[in-house]
């Protein structure tokens, strides 16, 4: 029975990793065929058929060219030419795949800016990407306006609906512009290894980075998904997660777009209304991040919980015991985990469905994949090397980095950020023989016998929460400008129950500060995901012998009241920052409190 079990594990991971690289062994870097090539394809194919849902508006794969037709007329009518960068600042909507989509039909680059930015961060997301034009909606103008005395260069507002002031109005012009395709001659030279998108992403510190994912890069992200999800016509792909990052916007775009299905898309994620929406749709799958299944299994029971026609979930950061509880509760019955870093070259799927892994490759087949695990310091931070000078390899049970060779092929190259440092710094040499290049992912895990890989950690000053990473350099510098606020050491901290990592401030004041001041600037200045949930005051901040803050210590106490010296306060949704008691503890401990 063992040896059964066994065998038949073996070939659902195999049937998988076959479907998978079925699709995109022919994607290659000096190949004229680009994404929006791809997407055509599908189109050509299921013209008739539905391909996106947004607000009980449905379109075919016919008018979903039509509209990203338009926007390519457009942009090249305002005198965008290939290699140029436009901006795209606006939440989910039926637009945004078709804004990129078109955009790339002329060659064109198109910078998904997430739309919970505001302020310096949002100036420096618009910075870096150098466009000249940005693309915005009624829920985004508003932070584009006060962002805009920050910006290195004028750029020109484009509003897709009312237009106010000195703004576009963009429907208008769209009006104008042809349905049809424009000339593909506009993009004759063109490869796959020239740039499709800007997609950002938060490193160890700083200020977000965009990651440049090429048009090789973004097909693998869908040509993939569609084959690993083994995709077909009749299946419908529910999309809550945010469409400027690739699980949401490419991922679960090619599971649904270029098998002939299609893709429910909602603007933002409801625990109340998930399962109403998925029974309403017919969807037969959905993509996730852990935080949403933590939340879904905290919801009271629904009667659509148990309606659904879902066949598959798929997604990252799934907790072993929420992903029990999500199969069990809600009588799902396959579950693709996948990793994977938006800039990186490394990527694996959990075919199989063993519960906790992100990933796996046997023994047998480990020597085709071009990624390991090294042995890391993580007091010190770095890999630990031997007499020799080179990185060892981490064995089973050993925890260690995850590192991917650097290759010429479309699935080991590194495209890197738009910042050169940047990449620079992400690159990890003389590895396992001198002269070798590998990308460093950042994240801590380890292996079992089997070869399952599982998710332990982030390496360094970055923790992830509300399915965003956040940058705790970048927090500090935030705290530290607001009055009363003489030090700020961010860290995270981990919280029964809870995925990812509470942001918490350990703060040196003086005597102007004022707690309420501090809770409304927090408030005003920061997205959601980067206030801090928890509060302490510190006599004062310890740092190494390189003079870097230390964190250890503050992380290991945690936020228990009793076991800390001085005061600690808890971000309550209603009332700002308020003193955290033993009870207030005990309450969040026993999962009482929204955080």
Request: with cysteine; hydrophobic share 40%; net charge neutral.
């Amino acid at each position: 029975m063992r040896l059964k079990a066994r065998l038949d594990r073996d070939w659902k991971f195999f049937r998988g990793l076959n479907r998978t690289l079925k699709r995109v062994k022919s994607i290659t870097p000096d190949s004229p065929n680009l994404v929006c090539d791809d997407i055509q394809a599908a189109v050509e194919k299921w013209r008739d058929h539905p391909a996106l849902t947004f607000e009980h508006k449905t379109v075919t794969y016919g008018e979903m060219d039509a509209i990203a037709n338009r926007f390519a007329h457009w942009a090249k009518g305002i005198g965008v030419r290939r290699g140029q960068t436009v901006a795209l600042f606006m939440p989910n909507r039926l637009e945004y795949l078709p804004i990129w989509y078109g955009l790339s039909k002329i060659g064109a680059v198109t910078a998904l800016i997430n739309n919970q930015l505001i302020g310096a961060p949002l100036a420096h997301c618009l910075n870096i990407s150098g466009a000249a034009h940005v693309i915005v909606d009624p829920e985004t103008s508003a932070a584009f306006e006060e962002a805009r005395e920050l910006l290195e260069r004028p750029m020109q507002q484009w509003m897709l609906g009312q237009a106010h002031g000195d703004q576009r109005d963009l429907s208008q012009a769209l009006k104008s512009c042809s349905q049809l395709p424009p000339d593909r001659s506009v993009r004759d030279g063109m490869t796959a290894k020239d740039t499709a998108l800007f997609i950002y992403t938060s490193g160890t510190t700083g200020l977000p980075k965009a990651a440049r994912i090429t048009h090789v890069r973004a097909q693998l992200y869908m040509r993939a998904f569609a084959g690993a999800t083994d995709a077909g016509e009749k299946d419908r792909v529910y999309v809550t997660l945010p469409l400027y990052h690739a699980t949401g916007g490419l991922c679960a775009m090619g599971a649904g777009l270029l098998s002939g299905g299609s893709v429910v898309i909602k603007k933002k994620f409801s625990a109340s209304h998930f399962w109403e929406d998925v029974v309403a749709e017919n969807c037969t799958m959905f993509v996730y991040i852990g935080e949403l299944c933590r939340y879904l299994i905290n919801h009271e029971e629904v009667e659509d919980e148990h309606r659904h026609k879902i066949r598959l979930m798929f997604g990252n950061g799934l907790r072993a015991d929420v992903w029990a509880e999500m199969k069990r509760r809600f009588r799902i019955p396959d579950v693709l985990e996948f990793y994977g870093a938006t800039e990186g070259n490394v990527s694996m799927f959990n075919f199989d469905g063993r519960v906790g892994a992100i990933g796996r490759v046997p023994g047998w087949l480990k020597k085709r994949f071009n990624f390991r695990l090294v042995q890391f310091d993580v007091e010190r931070e770095e890999e630990i090397r031997g007499a020799n000078g080179l990185c060892i390899e981490a064995g089973p049970g050993q925890i260690g980095e995850c590192i991917g060779k650097i290759g010429n092929d479309a699935r080991t190259e590194f495209t890197g950020y738009v910042d050169k440092a940047a990449s620079d710094r992400k690159i990890l040499r003389d590895v396992f023989e001198k002269g070798d290049a590998w990308f460093r992912t950042g994240d801590l895990m380890k292996t079992d016998s089997d070869g399952y890989f599982y998710f332990v950690d982030r390496i360094g000053d970055t923790f992830r929460w509300k399915g965003e990473n956040v940058s705790t350099g970048e927090v500090a510098e935030r705290l530290q400008a607001i009055p009363g606020v003489v030090e700020a050491n961010v860290y995270g901290v981990a919280v029964e129950g809870a995925d990812g990592r509470a942001g918490m401030a350990g703060l040196v004041v003086d005597d102007g500060f004022d707690i309420k001041a501090f809770g409304d600037t927090v408030g005003h200045d920061l997205p959601a995901y980067m206030q801090p949930v928890f509060v302490r005051i510190l006599p004062a901040i310890q740092t190494t012998g390189t003079f870097k803050y230390r964190k250890i210590d503050l992380v290991a106490e945690g936020f228990d009241p009793t076991a800390i010296k001085g005061a600690v306060y808890y971000k309550d949704p209603t009332r700002g920052y308020v003193k955290l008691t033993k009870a207030g503890y005990a309450k969040i401990l026993d999962g009482g409190v929204k955080l």
